[in-house]
């Protein structure tokens, strides 16, 4: 083989793995975020789902001991009932919205492994 072929596979193979690793990476941390419909539709899987969805303040329960958290989150007249199984967060009471990482279960459940959320504050405009 020509020495300016070789050189330049020599040189394209490091680039092609830097791009394939960097695909893997940012494959899986790719977020699509899926609606209360979406999910009410689907059946219980194993698939991890993110979530976006006002949370109904008359729905929330908190036992310490535990620690377990549930809720219900709201959109339009879609609802689904929420655990997460973790410390209160601090600012949660002040969440409007919140981001849900986790999965479906057979009691329709979904069990959250990841809470995000916003302080509404960070969003209103200064005056």
Do not use: W
Request: aromatic share 10%.
């Amino acid at each position: 083989m020509n020495k300016k072929i070789r050189f330049l596979l020599l040189m394209t193979l490091p680039i092609l793995l830097l791009a394939f690793l960097a695909y893997k990476g940012l494959e899986n941390s790719a977020a699509y975020y899926y609606t209360l419909a979406e999910v009410s539709a689907m059946e219980s899987s194993n698939q991890k789902l993110r979530l976006k969805g006002k949370v109904d303040q008359g729905s929330v329960e908190y036992i310490p001991e535990v620690p377990l958290l549930s809720f219900a989150l709201i959109d339009g007249e879609h609802r689904l009932d929420v655990i997460y199984e973790g410390v209160l967060p601090d600012n949660f009471s002040h969440a409007q919205e919140v981001i849900v990482e986790g999965q479906l279960n057979q009691n329709r459940e979904f069990v959250v492994s990841k809470l995000m959320f916003q302080c509404p504050s960070k969003y209103e405009e200064g005056e």
